[in-house]
C-alpha cells in the first residue's frame, strides 16, 4: 500500500510568488492535515480537510489556503511568499472514523530567497 | 495559552539502556495522545498512541504512560538502540478539533555505544 505522497521535495521560490504543494493520502483516508515544520521548531498545524471540506485551521493567515479534491487529495498554497514561510511543509491523512490512524508524508521543502 | 511542552531538549543514553522522554501537556480536553519519531530529512513516523481512558500502553520496546491528573505523558523506550536515535515528539489531540495535532518542540536523543 503506497503511503502519503507529497510533491515536488523541494521547492524555491522568490519572496512575493505563489507557492503551491500537493499532496496525496492514503487509499480511503478522508482527512488530510498540513502541518509546517520551521527549521529547530516543531510541527505547527495548519489545515484540516475532510471529505472537500476546510474544516479547522491553525494560527496562521489567511494567504495560507488549501482545497481537497474530490479523490481526497489536497494542495496547499501559500500567496505573497514571505521568507520566514521557508519550512518543511508535511502532509498526513487518517481515515477520518478513528483519532487514529495520523500517517506523515515526508514534506515539502519550500525555500523562500 | 494552551500548549504541549518537553521536559528535556536533548537526551544521550548508551546503547542497551531504557531510555524516558517525558512531555507535559496542559489542555484538559485533550482525549489522544501520540509519540512521534523523526529521523533528518523525513516526516514522523508513529511509534505509539494512547486514549485519556487509559494510563499505560505498551508496544514493541515502547511503552507510553498517561497521567492524566499531572498532565503528564512518557515514552519509555527499552534496550536502546542506535536506530533509535532521532527526534521525539509528544502530540496532543481532541475531538473539537478533529483530532488536529498539536506538537511539542521535540527531543533530541542520541544512543552512544
Known amino acids: 500500500e503506497a503511503g502519503v505522497t507529497q510533491s515536488p521535495t523541494h521547492l524555491i521560490k522568490t519572496r512575493g510568488q505563489q507557492a503551491t504543494l500537493r499532496c496525496s493520502p492514503i487509499s480511503g483516508h478522508t482527512s488530510v492535515y498540513w502541518y509546517q515544520q520551521a527549521l529547530g521548531l516543531g510541527l505547527q498545524f495548519l489545515l484540516w480537510?475532510?471529505?472537500?471540506?476546510?474544516?479547522n485551521r491553525g494560527n496562521f493567515p489567511p494567504r495560507f489556503s488549501g482545497r481537497q479534491f474530490p479523490n481526497y487529495s489536497s494542495e496547499l498554497n501559500v500567496n505573497a511568499l514571505e521568507l520566514e514561510d521557508s519550512a518543511l511543509y508535511l502532509c498526513?491523512?487518517?481515515?477520518?472514523?478513528?483519532?487514529?490512524?495520523?500517517?506523515f508524508g515526508s514534506g515539502t521543502r519550500l525555500t523562500v530567497v | 495559552g494552551e500548549s504541549v511542552g518537553l521536559h528535556l531538549p536533548t537526551l544521550s543514553v548508551q546503547e542497551g539502556d531504557n531510555s524516558i522522554i517525558n512531555c507535559a501537556y496542559s489542555n484538559s480536553a485533550s482525549d489522544y495522545f501520540i509519540w512521534y519519531k523523526q529521523e533528518s530529512g523525513k516526516g514522523p513516523q508513529f511509534i505509539i498512541d494512547i486514549r485519556s481512558n487509559m494510563d499505560k500502553r505498551q508496544g514493541q520496546r515502547v511503552t507510553v504512560l498517561l497521567n492524566k491528573t499531572v498532565k503528564h505523558l512518557s515514552l519509555q523506550i527499552a534496550a536502546t538502540q542506535p536506530g533509535d536515535s532521532a527526534v521525539y515528539f509528544c502530540?496532543?489531540?481532541?475531538?473539537?478539533?478533529?483530532?488536529?495535532?498539536?506538537f511539542g518542540k521535540g527531543t533530541s536523543l542520541l544512543v552512544t555505544p
Open positions: 498526513a491523512s487518517r481515515p477520518g472514523v478513528t483519532p487514529g490512524g495520523y500517517t
Open positions: 480537510y475532510d471529505e472537500g471540506e476546510e474544516r
Open positions: 502530540a496532543e489531540s481532541y475531538s473539537n478539533s478533529g483530532y488536529a495535532l498539536n
